[in-house]
Structure formats: structure tokens, C-alpha cells
């Protein structure tokens, strides 16, 4: 069974960065996609980007030019880079893994096979 297990989330001033992590394990990660989506108190989980099996990527528009979301198979991880952060950044943050490996699926919850259980970032204005 695949499990995802996500970290690097904290508390940090508006303007700065954090890098999360998600660890898999229990599969072979370099033949899935796989997504980052948060989810604000209140609201509903949202896509922030995704990344596919050979490292194609797509975003959010809120977060085109300060994320980056990045994979290293050999080390069964992706991971998303946040710079410049703001206020509104401020969410749960879950990682997920799909089979279905293209730019169109990783935008859909749905499509997801597994995920994690959540880091939580915090920007403090």
C-alpha cells in the first residue's frame, strides 16, 4: 500500500519561504504524477500545481512564480519550494500520487490515488 507522509510546514513571515516535502513509500514513485493542494479553514482543497512522471509541471495562477514544485525519484520525494510567500498562502498542505500521468488529470482531486496526511503552513502578515 502506498503511503505519502509530507513535512517542512511551519509558521514564517510574510515574504519568506518554506520548502515541503513528501516522502512515498510502498510504490514505485517514477511512474506517477503527483500534485500539491491546500486547504484553507472554511474553504475547499485546491490545486496548487502539479508535476508529472518525467517533470513536466503546472500551477495555480496565485502561485505562478513563486512556487516550484520539483521531484527526485530517486529519493521516492516530491517537493514544493514557496517563495515569497503571503498571508493568503496560509493552509493545510497535502500531497497526493496519481497513475494517471498528465497535466489535465493532476488538476482533479478526483484522479488521486493516495495522499498525505497534511503539513501545516502559517504567513504571518
Request: proline letters at 2%.
Given at each position: 500500500q502506498?503511503h505519502?507522509?509530507?513535512?517542512?510546514?511551519?509558521?514564517?513571515?510574510?515574504?519568506?519561504?518554506?520548502?515541503?516535502?513528501?516522502?512515498?513509500?510502498g510504490?514505485?514513485?517514477?511512474?506517477?504524477?503527483?500534485?500539491?493542494?491546500?486547504?484553507?479553514?472554511?474553504?475547499?482543497?485546491?490545486?496548487?500545481?502539479?508535476?508529472?512522471?518525467?517533470?513536466?509541471?503546472?500551477?495555480?495562477?496565485?502561485?505562478?512564480?513563486?512556487?516550484?514544485i520539483?521531484?527526485?525519484?530517486?529519493?521516492?520525494?516530491?517537493?514544493l519550494?514557496?517563495?515569497?510567500?503571503?498571508?493568503?498562502?496560509?493552509?493545510?498542505y497535502?500531497?497526493?500520487?496519481?497513475?494517471?500521468?498528465?497535466?489535465?488529470?493532476?488538476?482533479?482531486?478526483?484522479?488521486?490515488?493516495?495522499?498525505?496526511?497534511?503539513?501545516?503552513?502559517t504567513?504571518?502578515?
Amino acid at each position: 500500500q502506498v503511503h505519502l507522509v509530507e513535512s517542512g510546514g511551519g509558521l514564517v513571515q510574510s515574504g519568506g519561504s518554506l520548502r515541503l516535502s513528501c516522502v512515498i513509500s510502498g510504490g514505485v514513485f517514477g511512474i506517477y504524477a503527483a500534485g500539491w493542494f491546500r486547504q484553507a479553514p472554511g474553504k475547499q482543497r485546491e490545486l496548487v500545481g502539479g508535476i508529472t512522471s518525467d517533470g513536466s509541471t503546472n500551477y495555480v495562477d496565485s502561485v505562478k512564480g513563486r512556487f516550484t514544485i520539483s521531484r527526485d525519484n530517486a529519493k521516492n520525494t516530491v517537493y514544493l519550494q514557496m517563495d515569497r510567500v503571503e498571508p493568503a498562502d496560509t493552509a493545510v498542505y497535502y500531497c497526493g500520487i496519481q497513475e494517471e500521468n498528465n497535466l489535465r488529470t493532476v488538476r482533479d482531486p478526483n484522479n488521486y490515488d493516495a495522499w498525505g496526511q497534511g503539513t501545516q503552513v502559517t504567513v504571518s502578515s
